[in-house]
């Protein structure tokens, strides 16, 4: 994933030392570089020709934030001018307040600049974040590149492309948000298929081909226990989703495999979701809202694999949780358990099969977006622990399911308080601050 781009436009005015000053902004983006953030600055601005020249020479589509630095004392109005295209967008006050220079104190009046500018900027209703200070020896400000990656992905999210293989179907959709919403907010597009289009995929594969053969040797390499008969056909299905992917440029792919795959055409996606989703993000159910999330933890945690559960059982200091069958292998330990319809009672046919393997142990994300009434959103989050369970948790007539034990940040009665939906998307990294700014910047209630 592409570094964060920042636009740093930086103010001084006129009777100030402007070496001091130079100095100031040079450390600031040598830091930010060297942390993996993109760095492009503008020239000074002192006075109300340079932020009109400013105003006309960058484009917001062009940088996921605009910093806004005033070296000294600077005219809010400046900042006004030179970055009124990015208002909406996500924006960062950042100053110097003090330095030592020849054994003294001192200061060049940053810090009322920036609490100026950041009073101004709330009176017109416009979000910026403010950061204060940045030693020599400070190799990062975790708060800033937080707001980074959160501005990093409302700007991915923007070109984002979505692929649903069967159409969008019963309430986990309808709970959620509908494709002109997304479209609107975001600026992310859905592409619809027919689960035919798929078959019609698998069939035309050449089993006789290099990409054949490869994305087996792939498949039976991450397969723990045998596909038996199912197994060309499970590589047809990746070689078909894959080539999906790459025709239509999609960041994230869902399928409707119930009861479409998994009962009348006999092979469930589990196994081929589990082997792709290490590439692009991958859902199934056609749940739209979840999909989303996922891919948005996996932009916030800088490209980290996310993936889905179900929220299986309920208990006073945690949750058990499991996909229906489907985990990217990343997150199962690299393997990927072969488990059929070995249950009792099972209705589902021979080509029902399922990753069973356990997911990773370790500190994780977990997270929903939500539609109140009026079109409200919101991101239902929190952080938590996964550990694998004391004993097996089996559905009824189903294949054995990747499952983790939970444990929430919050207490459970608070976290069930705010339940949206019976999937919930993960992911292995503390996004927690980066999810703050994001809701902040494109107007989600953060509920936590």
């Known amino acids: 994933m592409r570094a964060p781009k920042a636009l740093i436009l930086p103010f001084f005015c ?104 950041h009073g101004c900027l709330q009176e017109m209703g416009v979000p910026a974040s403010l950061f204060v200070g940045q030693s020599a020896d400070e190799e990062r400000d975790g708060r800033f590149f937080a707001l980074a990656n959160a501005a990093r992905a409302i700007s991915l999210l923007r070109n984002a492309k979505f692929g649903f293989y069967g159409q969008n179907f019963n309430g986990i959709t309808a709970a959620g948000f509908d494709l002109s919403v997304l479209r609107r907010r975001f600026g992310t597009e859905v592409y619809t298929f027919d689960g035919s289009d798929l078959i019609r995929r698998m069939e035309a594969c050449d089993p006789a081909s290099a990409s054949f053969s490869a994305m087996k040797e792939r498949v039976t390499a991450l397969l723990s226990g045998s ?20 025709e239509y440029g999609l960041c994230a792919l869902d399928v409707r495999c119930h009861t479409e795959f998994s009962q009348s055409y006999g092979l469930s996606a589990c196994i081929p979701l589990s082997v792709l989703g290490n590439d692009v993000t991958t859902s199934c159910e056609a749940d739209l809202p979840v999909i989303f999330t996922q891919y948005l933890l996996h932009l916030l945690s800088g490209g980290k694999t996310a993936a889905y559960v179900d929220l299986r059982t309920f208990h006073q200091d945690g949750l058990d949780v499991g ?8 997150l199962t330990g690299n393997v ?21 393997a356990s997911f990773n142990a370790g500190r994780l994300s977990l997270a929903r977006t939500l539609k109140f009434p009026e079109g409200k959103l919101g991101l239902h989050f929190t952080g938590g622990t996964a550990s694998p369970m004391a004993s097996p948790l089996q559905e009824m007539g189903c294949p054995y399911y990747p499952m983790a034990r939970i444990v929430p940040d919050m207490p459970m009665d608070r976290f069930l308080s705010h339940v949206g939906a019976n999937h919930y998307a993960l992911v292995y990294d503390d996004v927690e601050a980066a999810a703050a700014y994001f809701c902040r910047y494109t107007g989600l209630d953060l509920i936590r």
């Open 14 to 117: 006129e009777g100030y030392s402007r070496p001091e000053a130079d100095a100031q902004l040079d450390r600031v983006a040598r830091l930010m570089g060297k942390a993996g953030v993109d760095v492009e600055i503008a020239p000074v601005i002192c006075d109300v020709a340079g932020a009109e020249k400013a105003s006309l020479a960058y484009h917001p589509f062009a940088y996921d934030l605009a910093v806004l630095y005033p070296t000294t004392w600077s005219e809010p109005r400046l900042a006004c001018i030179a970055a009124r295209q990015f208002f909406g967008s996500p924006l960062a006050i950042w100053c110097v307040d003090e330095f030592v220079l020849e054994g003294r104190r001192v200061e060049m009046s940053a810090a009322p600049a920036a609490a100026a500018l």
């Open 227 to 246: 596909a038996g008969e199912h197994l060309d056909r499970i590589v047809r299905m990746c070689l078909g989703l894959w080539d999906t992917v790459t």
């Open 323 to 330: 996909a229906c069958g489907m985990a990217p292998s990343s």
């Open 336 to 356: 990927i358990e072969v488990s059929g319809p070995e249950a009792p009672g099972n209705a589902n046919p021979p080509g029902y099969l399922t990753n069973k």
